[in-house]
């Protein structure tokens, strides 16, 4: 299987809000949702599990994180880039 014709996978940028597991981060990352009955637009915020292999995010930092197979029970996303690192 080439890179050709391989599904592009999922790409979310989102913020660190845990990395006290080892390898591990928890990424939180807010979505603009229209409400199907009130047409209002609601943030929803989803907690990803990425696997950090360099133990090297912090807590605050803005990262990009990408599809990839399955690490462990709930980890399937993993460091791409990190956008900004917290102050």
Known sequence: ???????ARKVRDG???SNKMAKTAVVAVVE?????KYDKFVLR???????DEANDVQP????RVMETRPMSKLK????VEILERAK
């Not at 299987?1 to 599904?7: A, F, L």
């Not at 915020?45 to 696997?51: A, G, I, N, W």
């Not at 399937?76 to 460091?79: L, S, T, Y």
Request: net charge positive.
């Open 1 to 7: 299987m080439t890179e050709e014709n391989r599904n």
């Open 15 to 17: 913020v660190v809000v």
């Open 32 to 36: 603009r949702v229209r409400h199907p």
């Open 45 to 51: 915020t989803k907690k990803l599990y990425v696997h």
């Open 60 to 63: 605050g930092d803005k990262v």
């Open 76 to 79: 399937r996303w993993r460091v």
